[in-house]
């Protein structure tokens, strides 16, 4: 488990590996409270939780320019989520919907479903407002770029790179290591 802390403070995050089964620690330089979500513990940077206003939004991968979508494959919807080339159609609209914790859902305007971590894939499913639906939206100091943690395990929103070749699917990687992959941006 590893956490994010919000803006105001400066963090530094311990996070031990689930293999040695230790919690992780979070200590905080100015007592700020903290939120579930990951700290960047690679790269010892302090994270800002980002406000996304509400709304449906497109989001493009800096690394490959294309957007968050979920695959409708012959019009049909699947719970898969890709990065496809940016058309900025609805299955590629996402409307930010506030969790009240500083947390919120990404909802798939076409199906109405939620961006979910499922394992280490990213899938639309029903909203049901579980922590594997919630996201924070994120900056680590030092590195340019916003990033989507998960608020159940920390890990971040990637677009696979596997073997450094470039792939349409959108995965949930742990642990975060704030590459161009995992930075997504507000398309216009």
């Keep these: 488990m590893r956490r994010i802390v919000p803006h105001a403070s400066r963090t530094l995050a311990v996070v031990a590996g689930a293999m040695l089964a230790v919690a992780a620690l979070a200590v905080s330089t100015a007592g700020a409270a903290t939120l579930n ?12 939780q980002l406000r996304l206003s509400t709304g449906y939004h497109v989001f493009s991968n800096d690394d490959s320019g294309k957007c968050l979508n979920q695959d409708y494959n012959s019009g049909v919807p699947h719970p898969d989520v890709l ?17 009240g914790d500083g947390s919120f859902r990404l909802a798939n305007e076409l199906s109405g479903g939620c961006l979910t971590q499922t394992g280490a894939d990213a899938t639309v499913d029903p ?5 594997g639906q919630a996201w924070y939206h994120v900056s680590a100091d030092g590195l340019p770029g916003y990033y989507f943690l998960n608020q159940a395990t920390g890990d ?11 792939h349409q699917d959108v995965l949930v990687w742990s642990p975060c290591d704030f590459t ?9």
């Design 37 to 48: 979500g990951a700290a960047p513990a690679v790269r010892q940077q302090p994270e800002r």
């Design 83 to 99: 990065a496809w080339a940016c058309v900025h159609s609805p299955n590629e609209l996402w409307d930010v919907i506030p969790n």
């Design 127 to 131: 909203c049901n407002g579980s922590a």
């Design 156 to 166: 971040c929103l990637n677009q696979d790179w596997n073997g450094g070749v470039q």
């Design 180 to 188: 161009p992959n995992e930075r997504w941006t507000e398309s216009s």
